[in-house]
Structures are given as C-alpha cells and as structure tokens.
C-alpha cells in the first residue's frame, strides 16, 4: 500500500455502509486500533461515533496513558451501555436489561437519536463481545445479532467492530462464527514486536482477501 500506513490505507478502502469485525487477544492491538481510527477520521474531518459497554472506553484512554499517549476524546460522540466512568462527550445511555428484546429496542431507539442529525460517520463498538453474555438461550442469542445485522448496509457509516476474541469465546454462545458470517469485512490482529500483524480473512476488496500486512503501531501516534 502507497498509504502512509496500512491502516489508514485499510480505512480508505472500507465503504461506507460496511461493518468490519477486528479480533484479537489480550494486548495493546485494541487501543491503537481505536486512536488510528480516530486519528484518520479526524484527518478527514469524519465524526466518530463510540459504543461504550461496560467502561471499555475508560480502559482504552487509561491504557493509552501509560503508554504515554494523551487522550480525551471530547470530540468523539459516545452511545453508553452499563458501566459507571463517562469518557467522551456522552450523548445517550441505554440501560442493561436481562431481556436483549428490550435492550435491542432501547438501543435502537437511542442510536436513531445520535445518528439522525450525522450525515456521515466512523462507528467504534467497543466491549460488544460481553454483551453476549447476557443471552443464555438461542432465541436470545440471535436477536442480539439480529439487531447488529440490522446495521450493516447503512452508507451513513462505517462500523468497527473490535473484540476480544477470548471473551468472545468464553460467552455461552460464542458470537465469532455468526459476526464473522454478517460482517463485510474480518482481521485478525496478532501484535509482533512494536507492530501488528493484520491477516484480511474477509474483506471487501476481493484483491486483499487472505493477505496479512503490518501496522507499525509508532505511525499512529502524534
């Protein structure tokens, strides 16, 4: 890629309407996933619009922090599910629910708000994959993911999805295989040394389908 880096080049290449599930263990990957997104959507004048469940958020800035990296996201609009440490400017709080009917509806409800006055936007979901720990039986299961395919195919943003993939899989359902089947877009993330590995398991440029490539996470910061 000509890009300046392979993220931002990634980036570009995501189209608006699409959702793009980012995997990945236990390590700083997810923290600098976030800031390059926000970084470029900055540089591209694009607003950003962060799900915040169960105080992720707070966890990214205070982990960027000891990396020494400042971050207050007072730009970045924040949709935010359970938790207590508001981070960002939070525009809408939906509360838990143990019945993911209810809870779909009242996300939907107030992520219609946020969205409805942002012509154009990046989405972040961050801390989805604990959300699946709420549903027990199937029914429950795939209305949760009912409602995130719901998203998928509106041109009025592009989604992110970024997971840990091992609390993924510890839910009693693990969502990876029916998120993986929606998404347009799947990378996994695997960190090597001060970069990361970003192998394209699926991928809406049909040229990158298969390719790993490396993101210096060093481009990202500044």
């Known amino acids: ?62 982990h960027l922090g000891i990396l020494g990296i400042e971050e207050d996201f007072k730009d970045v609009y924040v949709i935010k599910t359970g938790g207590i440490i508001d981070v960002g400017n939070v525009v809408a709080r939906v ?6 009917t209810s809870y779909v509806l009242k996300y939907k409800k107030a992520s219609q708000e946020v969205f409805k006055n942002i012509e154009k936007s990046m989405n972040i979901v961050l801390g989805l994959e604990k959300l699946f720990y709420f549903t027990k039986e199937p029914v429950e299961f795939y209305t949760l993911i009912g409602s995130i395919g719901s998203f998928i195919g509106n041109k009025n ?26 998404a347009t877009g799947v990378i996994d993330a695997t960190p090597y040394e001060s970069s990361a590995s970003l192998r394209l398991k699926k991928f809406g440029d049909i040229d990158l389908v298969g390719k790993s490539l490396i993101m210096n996470m060093k481009d990202l910061v500044g």
């Open 157 to 182: 943003r592009k989604s992110f999805y970024i997971l840990n993939r091992k609390i993924a899989e510890g839910a009693p359902i693990n969502p990876l295989p029916e998120l993986e089947r929606i």
């Open 95 to 100: 509360s838990l629910s143990s019945e993911p």
């Open 1 to 62: 890629m000509e890009e300046k880096n392979v993220l931002f080049g990634l980036l570009n290449r995501v189209k608006f309407g699409e959702t793009v599930l980012i995997e990945s263990d236990a390590s700083y990957i997810s923290e600098f996933m976030v800031l390059g997104i926000l970084k470029y959507a900055r540089e591209h004048e694009i607003p950003v619009v962060i799900d915040d469940n169960f105080d992720t958020l707070h966890l990214i800035k205070i």
